[in-house]
């Protein structure tokens, strides 16, 4: 009888194969107890949670270039502008000077002896045209953060959600099998896939924290150059009424010749 003694019984080996379960310590099998069960569904949990972290930042710092990007077309928008006020304000100046010459031109013709007057008065001295005032320099500021907001333009391209593939290799299911709680020396876990997981994560927040505080250089700039040019359109505006006062006049003036 002991020759038998550490067989198996034949009739209860379909018994033990539809059981179902993992072999225990001693040889027999045992069903997954639910705490365990309760385990793997926490790791996956963790893992689906991580990869939706690094997937929601992705989204963030996308959205963050996008409005650098539009922040930078728009202030190279306004220095093209402060450029084409400075350049019409020169322009208005010198139709101003053409008006104060043709003045003169009606003054003299309406005058009885103004053209034997003109004869015998010496001609006058050519008076040098006025002095053109300096070209259109932009806010510095605002070219400070312009120039830091055009080295992101290649960001903006590798975030562009039609650009980007993002790396989702081993999260979910498969990288919970050796999913570990514990932490290592340097406050990551352990686990490589979450550990890649949670160094992504904290990359994308430093991007964000830098792409946020260039937003808000670049916006002060846009406000600072919006400020000054403010001054160029009131003035402008003053100047234009000016002149059109000006051919008014002369034009009544040239209807009574």
Same mark, same amino acid.
């Given at each position: 009888?002991?020759?038998?003694?550490?067989?198996?019984?034949?009739?209860?080996?379909?018994?033990?194969?539809?059981?179902?379960?993992?072999?225990?310590?001693?040889?027999?099998?045992?069903?997954?107890?639910?705490?365990?069960?309760?385990?793997?569904?926490?790791?996956?949990?963790?893992?689906?949670?991580?990869?939706?972290?690094?997937?929601?930042?992705?989204?963030?710092?996308?959205?963050?270039?996008?409005?650098?990007?539009?922040?930078?077309?728009?202030?190279?928008?306004?220095?093209?502008?402060?450029?084409?006020?400075?350049?019409?304000?020169?322009?208005?100046?010198?139709?101003?000077?053409?008006?104060?010459?043709?003045?003169?031109?009606?003054?003299?013709?309406?005058?009885?002896?103004?053209?034997?007057?003109?004869?015998?008065?010496?001609?006058?001295?050519?008076?040098?045209?006025?002095?053109?005032?300096?070209?259109?320099?932009?806010?510095?500021?605002?070219?400070?953060?312009?120039?830091?907001?055009?080295?992101?333009?290649?960001?903006?391209? #590798?975030?562009?959600?039609? &650009?980007?593939? !993002?790396?989702? $290799?081993?999260?979910?299911?498969?990288? +919970?099998? %050796?999913?570990?709680?514990?932490?290592?020396?340097?406050?990551?876990?352990?686990?490589?896939?979450?550990?890649?997981?949670?160094?992504?994560?904290?990359?994308?927040?430093?991007?964000?924290? #830098?792409?946020?505080?260039? &937003?808000?250089? !670049?916006?002060? $700039?846009?406000?600072?150059?919006?400020? +000054?040019? %403010?001054?160029?359109?009131?003035?402008?505006?003053?100047?234009?009424?000016?002149?059109?006062?000006?051919?008014?006049?002369?034009?009544?003036?040239?209807?009574?010749?």
């Amino acid at each position: 009888m002991s020759a038998y003694r550490g067989s198996r019984n034949p009739f209860a080996e379909d018994d033990d194969e539809d059981f179902g379960g993992k072999a225990s310590g001693s040889g027999g099998w045992s069903e997954p107890s639910e705490a365990e069960d309760r385990q793997r569904w926490l790791e996956q949990e963790v893992m689906r949670t991580a990869q939706s972290a690094v997937d929601s930042s992705h989204r963030s710092l996308s959205l963050i270039y996008e409005s650098e990007k539009v922040g930078s077309e728009t202030a190279e928008e306004l220095i093209r502008q402060g450029e084409a006020l400075k350049r019409t304000e020169r322009m208005v100046d010198n139709m101003d000077q053409d008006l104060k010459t043709s003045q003169r031109h009606i003054n003299s013709i309406k005058s009885v002896f103004g053209g034997l007057v003109n004869y015998f008065k010496p001609k006058p001295e050519t008076k040098p045209p006025p002095e053109q005032p300096p070209d259109y320099k932009p806010s510095s500021r605002l070219q400070d953060a312009l120039v830091h907001s055009k080295e992101q333009e290649h960001n903006y391209q #590798a975030s562009h959600p039609n &650009l980007r593939k !993002l790396d989702t $290799g081993g999260f979910g299911a498969k990288a +919970s099998a %050796d999913y570990s709680s514990s932490q290592s020396s340097n406050g990551y876990p352990k686990n490589k896939q979450l550990m890649t997981a949670h160094k992504q994560l904290d990359n994308n927040l430093d991007d964000m924290a #830098a792409g946020l505080s260039r &937003l808000k250089n !670049l916006g002060l $700039g846009l406000q600072s150059e919006i400020d +000054s040019q %403010d001054p160029i359109l009131h003035r402008l505006t003053g100047k234009v009424d000016n002149m059109d006062l000006k051919i008014r006049t002369t034009d009544q003036q040239l209807k009574k010749l």
